[in-house]
């Protein structure tokens, strides 16, 4: 359905004192003429040509225009946050994943990672790690390849450079992250995945995540690894494949290779904190056949309809009906000018 408005391109106040002065020439011209008589060389035919042009470019001025109602589609996406712990006991050769082979936490970490990017198929992603500190090596990025590849190269931390795990230590570079996101496109769900083996050795007390609440649409704690444990190779510059080194680090209380076990209970609470869903992983199950995936499907495309009213300028007819009217006045110049010499 479409209705014919007047849309001034200049605005209601300059718009309409121009096309005032337009008609007013229009209605000037004609009654000067007609009081002057036979002491003018203009035509009659000339006097409304140019009263015609007057009004044509009052027309122009005020811009007719057609509204017309439109429907838009808005596509609501989906942003992915992926955080994996890469401290020294990620190195810990007792993750399973979906097989009873056994891998290194690190290892299924990746495969973790590899199966969330496929979960969201239309998902935006952001990739950070975390061990003594938390740094975001992905800012976000439709690009699902970048994602497994930082994925494929993440390396646990050097154990040399350890000062202890410390679970907390993304809440802050994800919370000026997802609100910065979240100010920018407010209809976006945010999704997140901590991946982690949950060991919290740092002598300070973990921050609660509560606080990335206000900026999530769910959340989820993946844990990899053992409760029965394993023992924690010496590194210094990181492993990021599945292998033992000969040496172990040492408990400094027994003097003996200590022991590093997944701490569930720790993951479970974190996923308390965000309102989220703790996902275990070993040889039955995985982020693929897991909750997460069931419910992807309601975070991963949403179309919204709006509709808005479109005004369109017509002024190209009159515009076209004024060249008319201009070439007419130039022929009869130019025939005017020759009946004088």
């Known amino acids: 359905m479409r209705a014919w408005t007047l849309h001034p391109s200049l605005g209601w106040i300059a718009g309409s004192i121009i096309a005032a002065i337009m008609l007013v ?3 000037v ?4 003429y007609h009081r002057t008589g036979s002491n003018t060389d203009t035509s009659r035919i000339a006097v409304v040509r140019r009263s015609l042009m007057a009004i044509v470019l009052a027309f122009m001025v005020l811009t007719p225009s057609q509204v017309q109602q439109v429907t838009n589609k808005a596509v609501s996406a989906t942003d992915v946050y992926i955080a994996v712990d890469v401290t020294g006991s990620m190195a810990v050769q007792d993750a399973h994943y979906g097989s009873q082979e056994t891998l290194t936490r690190l290892a299924a970490a990746q495969k973790a990672v590899n199966d969330i990017v496929a979960t969201y198929p239309a998902a935006s992603f952001a990739a950070i790690h975390f061990g003594t500190n938390a ?3 992905l800012p976000i990025t439709p690009d699902a390849r970048a994602v497994t590849n930082w994925a494929d190269n993440l390396t646990t931390e050097p154990t040399s450079l350890s000062s202890g795990s410390s679970l907390d230590a993304p809440i802050d570079p994800l919370t000026i992250a997802m609100k910065e996101r979240k100010d920018q496109h407010p209809n976006n769900r945010i999704v997140l995945y901590i991946i982690s083996d949950g060991e919290q050795t740092s002598a ?3 921050k609660s995540f509560s606080t990335l609440r206000a900026y999530l649409n769910t959340a989820f704690t993946v844990g990899v690894g053992s409760s029965q444990g394993g023992k924690v190779p010496v590194s210094d510059i990181g492993f990021n494949e ?3 080194g000969g040496q172990w680090v040492i408990d400094p209380q027994t003097g003996q290779p200590g022991i590093s076990k997944m701490d569930e209970r720790e993951l479970r609470n974190i996923a308390d904190e965000t309102s989220g869903t ?3 992983t070993d040889s039955d199950h995985t982020v693929a056949n897991g909750p997460a995936a ?3 499907s309601r975070y991963q495309v949403q179309t919204t309809q709006s509709k808005h009213e479109r005004i369109t300028a017509v002024v190209w007819p009159l515009a076209l009906l004024l060249l008319a009217l201009l ?5 009869d110049w130019i025939v005017s000018s020759r009946r004088l010499l």
């Open 25 to 27: 020439l229009a209605i």
């Open 29 to 32: 011209g004609p009654i000067l």
């Open 242 to 244: 599945q292998k033992q």
């Open 204 to 206: 300070q007390q973990r």
């Open 135 to 137: 740094t975001i090596d």
């Open 294 to 296: 069931k419910s992807s």
């Open 278 to 280: 703790y996902l275990p």
């Open 327 to 331: 070439v007419w006045e130039m022929i």
